[in-house]
């Protein structure tokens, strides 16, 4: 589980700042598979304190040990930015198959409870995740949860195969900036109409970044001259500057100002 063993620390370093990944343990407030549930909180050393908290759901074939949550938490971290990466309870018990909307949406408000509960609620809080995470993430705010921002890091805007079963029936409900990363060969979001929809039923503001020769996973061919690592880095610096741009931070407290 790239080392993050529970009770365990890793420590970077950048330019920008030093940072912490810790094993935490959330507790289900909701019937559940299991009482709690791990989570990883990336936050930087020196946090600022008011830049936004992430809160950063998984893939249904995944875990919050995908490469791609973990280099956005730790990318994000080391930019001043925290992340809360979490499990659904069905991946923390050793299930395949995801559990129904409601019950991941529980698992994903204690995950935003204990993200707060930390690092206090007058940042701003923005929400998403990896395919099914991100999903989960626009039905919370659709329903009007606390939400200044989503990053949908490969929206399965419909099925593998059938583009006419559209997953944005509640996108009209949706009111924070939004920011959509998808690969040009992802076979759940043609990109062709995610621009349909997005102009159709997206009263929010909202912005497209493409990988180009990524695919749902954001793997690239074997032939692409770019390693993985190159486009983890491409990821994390568009979301760093659409969050800087689109949501900003709240304001900094007096004693903070320099």
């Known amino acids: 589980r790239h080392g993050y063993d529970r009770g365990t620390a890793e420590r970077g370093r950048a330019a920008v700042s030093d940072y912490t990944a810790v094993r935490l343990r959330v507790p289900l407030r909701s019937r559940q598979p299991l009482p709690d549930t791990g989570a990883v909180l990336w936050q930087p050393v020196d946090d600022p304190g008011h830049t936004p908290l992430l809160v950063l759901g998984h893939g249904a074939g995944s875990d919050l040990t995908n490469p791609i949550l973990c280099a ?131 009263a929010a503001p909202s912005r497209v970044h493409i990988i180009a020769g990524a695919d749902h996973g954001f793997a690239i061919r074997k032939s692409d001259p770019r390693a993985m690592a190159d486009v983890f880095a491409d990821v994390v610096d568009v979301s760093a500057g659409w969050l800087r741009q689109a949501v900003g931070s709240a304001p900094t407290p007096a004693g903070l100002r320099g």
């Open 72 to 202: 956005v938490g730790r990318g994000l971290a080391l930019q001043g930015i925290p992340v809360l990466t979490f499990n659904f309870a069905y991946a923390e018990a050793g299930l395949k198959r995801p559990d129904p909307p409601a019950r991941l949406l529980a698992v994903f408000q204690d995950a935003i409870a204990a993200a707060t509960e930390r690092l206090g609620t007058r940042r701003p809080l923005v929400l998403g995740g990896r395919s099914m995470g991100g999903r989960m993430a626009t039905l919370l705010a659709a329903e009007g949860r606390r939400c200044d921002g989503l990053l949908l890091l490969g929206y399965p805007l419909h099925q593998a195969g059938r583009p006419e079963r559209l997953r944005t029936e509640h996108w009209p409900l949706l009111r924070a900036p939004i920011l959509f990363v998808t690969g040009d060969r992802d076979r759940l979001c043609d990109l062709g109409l995610l621009a349909a929809e997005r102009a159709a039923r997206l």
